[in-house]
């Protein structure tokens, strides 16, 4: 069983920063990969970024490539996705993910999922 809380959301302008936070607990962290996705009102849950327990190998959307870095601290058993640059188009409810083999893009693959954490950007 792995657990994972997000956290770090909030509103924010258009052009601003934000860091969210994914806590897991209840397995080693290195066990499994780990992923950030969004999904805004009306719309499909979309990949964001991923990356591998030993921190090297990342990926992500087109749409965010460029703009976000996601990163892990292995010690406190968290992920970030650090936020540059926001958009409007990037407001949506951004969820954490984790699995024990899996660590690509397609979120019908991930077992364990956090509560999302809601990211608002104002025009």
């Known amino acids: 069983q792995v657990q994972l809380v997000e956290s770090g959301g909030g509103l924010v302008q258009a052009g601003g920063s934000l860091r969210l936070s994914c806590a897991a607990s209840?397995?080693?962290?290195?066990?499994?990969?780990m992923g950030w996705f969004r999904q805004a009102p009306g719309k499909e849950r979309e990949f964001v970024a991923n990356?591998?327990?030993?921190?090297?190998?990342?990926y992500y959307a087109d749409s965010v490539k460029g703009r976000f870095t996601v990163s892990r601290d292995n010690a406190k058993n968290t992920m970030y996705l650090q936020m540059n640059d926001l958009k409007p188009e990037d407001t949506a409810v951004y969820y954490c993910?984790?699995?024990?083999?899996?660590?690509?893009?397609?979120?019908?693959?991930?077992?364990?999922w956090g509560q999302g954490t809601q990211v608002t950007v104002s025009s």
């Open positions: 993910a984790a699995d024990y083999s899996y660590n690509g893009n397609d979120p019908r693959r991930y077992l364990y």
């Open positions: 209840g397995r080693t962290f290195s066990t499994y990969g």
């Open positions: 990356i591998r327990w030993s921190a090297l190998g990342t």
